[in-house]
């Protein structure tokens, strides 16, 4: 079953503007962790954001947490066209099984 | 650094035959995953190793799927025989421990096997 959920489906942008995608969980997570995806390729880990965390950024991306409300956003900043691809969030669940729950990703596409 | 390596990239099989695929984690890293990811769905987990044993395999199906790493390094996932549900992209991970031996929890995968069952 799917823990994570990502809002939108699918996102569809302009190079040079911002993307914004969410996720919400169900359960108390040890870490949250977000991920890119190309067609036809293997998973990327971009960025893992622990449960007494708020915000974290490296590079052009910005992730929050809001364990109250058991969401999740991942922002990128002025999108590339490489930056077309799949993005999943994926949860490490508090149950000590330290394997990942995956959503069911958006699709990001960046027309330049 | 190589990363996870698995072959081969792509397999079709008619339903009923067997098939397996092969995954050799990065070098040091303790922790494997195999993962079953459907069309356009994220990843679900089908077993994790720590060396060579499995710990967590409540999501293999038994009746199947088999998988094993011998040596505590490669892994080889089987499916015996395969159905059309199976047509699925089969990734492995892999991630290592830090200090005083706890759990790192960066999972570094593979490109995936492409399975096509007709």
């Known amino acids: 079953s799917q823990q994570g959920e990502e809002d939108p489906q699918a996102l569809s942008i302009q190079e040079g503007e911002n993307a914004t995608m969410n996720c919400s969980y169900k359960?108390?997570?040890?870490?949250l962790q977000w991920y890119r995806q190309n067609s036809g390729r293997g998973l990327v880990h971009l960025i893992l954001?622990?449960?007494?965390?708020r915000e974290k950024h490296s590079g052009r991306l910005r992730v929050t947490l809001d364990t109250s409300k058991k969401s999740s956003s991942l922002l990128i900043t002025a999108s590339r066209a490489a930056d077309t691809a799949s993005y999943f969030c994926?949860?490490?669940?508090?149950?000590?099984?330290?394997?990942?729950?995956f959503g069911s990703g958006t699709r990001l596409q960046v027309q330049p | 650094e190589a990363g996870v390596v698995q072959s081969p990239r792509y397999k079709i099989i008619e339903k009923k035959q067997p098939v397996a695929f092969w995954c050799n984690p990065i070098?040091?890293?303790?922790?494997l995953y195999w993962y079953r990811q459907n069309l356009g769905q994220g990843p679900e987990l089908l077993i994790r190793?720590?060396?060579?044993?499995?710990?967590?395999d409540s999501q293999l199906p038994k009746d199947r799927f088999s998988a094993e790493r011998l040596k505590g390094v490669d892994s080889t996932l089987k499916i015996q025989p395969a159905e059309l549900g199976d047509s699925a992209v089969y990734l492995c991970?892999?991630?290592?421990?830090?200090?005083?031996?706890?759990?790192?929890?960066?999972?570094?995968f593979g490109p995936g096997t492409r399975l096509t069952v007709l």
């Open positions: 954001i622990r449960s007494n965390e």
């Open positions: 070098s040091g890293h303790n922790t």
């Open positions: 190793y720590e060396n060579e044993e499995a710990v967590d």
């Open positions: 991970a892999s991630s290592s421990h830090g200090l005083a031996g706890a759990l790192t929890d960066t999972q570094y």
């Open positions: 994926a949860t490490d669940v508090n149950t000590g099984r330290r394997a990942l729950t």
């Open positions: 359960t108390s997570i040890n870490n």
